[in-house]
């Protein structure tokens, strides 16, 4: 059997809202592990804890990017093998609790789960990886951490996603991108389809550049519209050869792809 550890990582992002989820269920169907510790929409806290922290990634990018491997190599190390963690490992986890949320209770949660994991059944599973929407930002590092790991970008229609109510992107990296976060809540939506597009074209364009044959991009709207294409070329994507595309078809909702924009000004 192949070694476990050797088989991964996959990677799901994409801006918040484009559908991440159900990608992340489906790729859980297909016999992957993506962390024991998740959300209601299958983020892996893990991730959410070390890396979600705008004020720190402006930093380190400029100054330290070694951070953010050492961030990677502990998100390995607690996902595949769970060996001892260095004392260097120990403080970078107990200093990112005490910045993500402001320290609260979820994230000394997530701390006390991360230095005391739950066991990993490896022989239950094809390969590991995560879904954390916010990776994307991450790409470039997670390709050089991992340069034999593969990324699934999510893209959902733009204006749908420019009056979504999800755009705690948009706050927390739009300075990153040169977005202005506007006072005005009218103008939210015009800054938030800029956001999108700047965004995406960074992932899209690093990845079909730097990842060929390790980046796939699923069209979430087609996904719903025309479910087999899309699982087809997921399921190629992964090397799962045992499809199950009728059992994964029953996760789609095809109203998820309505136009909603047209509803707003």
């Known amino acids: 059997m192949p070694d476990f550890a050797k088989q991964g990582p996959i990677v799901i992002g994409g801006v918040g809202g484009s559908g991440t989820r159900l990608i992340a269920e489906i790729v859980m169907d297909m016999g992957f592990y993506l962390g024991g510790m998740l959300n209601q929409s299958k983020d892996l806290l893990y991730f959410s804890l070390l890396f979600k922290r705008p004020t720190w990634f402006s930093k380190v990018v400029t100054s330290n990017e070694q951070e953010i491997f050492r961030g990677l190599k502990i998100l390995e190390n607690r996902l595949t093998t769970q060996k001892e963690l260095t004392g260097k490992d120990i403080k970078f986890i107990e200093k990112a609790a005490q910045t993500y949320r402001n ?5 000394q949660k997530i701390k006390k789960n991360m230095l005391f994991p739950d066991p990993i059944n490896r022989q239950l599973y094809r390969g590991w990886g995560w879904k954390e929407p916010n990776a994307h930002l991450f790409l470039p590092y997670i390709h050089r951490y991992f340069p034999n790991g593969k990324y699934i970008h999510v893209i959902r229609n733009g204006l749908n996603m420019a009056f979504s109510k999800n755009q705690q992107q948009l706050f927390n990296w739009g300075p990153l991108f040169g977005v ?18 700047k965004a995406n074209e960074r992932a899209v364009m690093y990845g079909t550049e730097q990842m060929k044959g390790r980046f796939l991009l699923i069209q979430f709207d087609q996904l719903c519209v025309n479910p087999t294409p899309q699982l087809q070329k997921l399921a190629e994507f992964l090397a799962v050869d045992d499809l199950a595309i009728d059992e994964w078809s029953e996760k789609i909702d095809p109203a998820a792809a309505a136009s909603k924009y047209k509803e707003a000004d």
């Not at 320290?103 to 994230?107: K, V």
């Not at 202005?180 to 597009?197: D, E, F, G, Q």
């Open 180 to 197: 202005t976060i506007p006072n005005n809540p009218m103008k939210i939506p015009n800054a938030s389809l800029t956001y999108w597009i």
């Open 103 to 107: 320290g609260d209770l979820l994230a």
